[in-house]
């Protein structure tokens, strides 16, 4: 299974390079095989130049977002250009864990559709978080939770791995900007696609200034929750995946599990 890695940047010169090596050593070290995709989003800093000179080993490829411009819009880009059986989103900022990635391929290898991240459980961990952006993440995730009963306490995270398949259904994605990030783990949960929850570790950037403007997301996270709820309970699971005669009658080892311990090959959870 090949793994492709979606960096969407918009200038940032002072961290690609680190985020890029970061990602190249730890899937090296791991044996996995991978490509990385970097979507520049109108960047003026110089970001896409570094990626090319980044890409002599061919294992990186760059391209400027067909898109206009926004977070969203550059990862949705990216999903338009992975080649890999699977596909990981990691912020340029070099703010996620590098070796979370295995972790991440690991769980797809074990049968899950969807690996998803949380920094606020058990072996996560977050450094230099703003208090006031913390805070704000913190209630933002706990209505998300008590809305769609999934138990995940990481919804609004953008790091995290799904499968192609999953990509393919989860067409057509709305957000163009940092709403993505609920809008697709949302669908794919709400969609019946299983997934597995881990640990997962967090840096505040040190270099450059965030995109995120809490000020400017407030009522587009609001849109996207409502939208994906309204689907999930009013179109009568026409947007849901279709279930193979296996998984319709689920054995005592594929009851439900939302944890996976690193080293362990959980069952599966399906929806």
């Not at 961290?15 to 970061?22: E, M, Q, W």
């Not at 230099?128 to 769609?148: E, H, M, Q, S, W």
């Not at 306490?153 to 067409?171: G, M, P, Q, S, W």
């Amino acid at each position: 299974m090949k793994l492709s890695v979606v960096i969407p940047a918009h200038n940032e010169a002072g961290s690609i390079a680190a985020t890029v090596d970061g990602v190249r050593a730890a899937l090296r070290e791991a044996a996995i095989p991978y490509e990385i995709v970097v979507i520049d989003d109108g960047s003026g800093d110089g970001t896409l130049g570094i990626v090319e000179q980044l890409a002599a080993d061919g294992d990186v490829r760059a391209f400027r977002s067909h898109y206009e411009r926004g977070f969203g819009h550059a990862v949705r880009a990216g999903l338009d250009r992975f080649e890999g059986d699977a596909v990981a989103i990691v912020m340029a900022d070099a703010s996620d864990d590098p070796k979370d990635l295995v972790l991440y391929y690991r769980v797809l290898e074990a049968g899950y559709d969807c690996a998803f991240g949380s920094r606020f459980m058990p072996g996560g961990s977050v450094t230099d978080y703003p208090a006031v952006k913390r805070i704000i993440n913190r209630i933002v995730n706990t209505g998300i939770r008590l809305l769609f009963r999934h138990g995940y306490n990481d919804t609004t995270n953008a790091f995290k791995a799904y499968r192609r398949e999953v990509i393919e259904h989860l067409h057509p994605l709305l957000s163009p900007h940092f709403n993505l990030t609920v809008e697709m783990p949302l669908k794919a949960i709400t969609r019946g696609f299983s997934y597995a929850i881990v640990p997962t570790s967090w840096t505040n950037r040190a270099a450059g200034e965030s995109k995120l403007a809490l000020t400017e997301m407030g009522s587009r996270y609001l849109f996207i929750v409502l939208y994906v709820f309204l689907e999930q309970h009013l179109t009568r699971g026409d947007y849901r995946r279709p279930v193979a005669a296996e998984e319709r009658a689920p054995s005592a080892a594929r009851r439900p599990t939302r944890r996976f311990a690193p080293g362990g090959r959980p069952p599966l959870r399906r929806r």
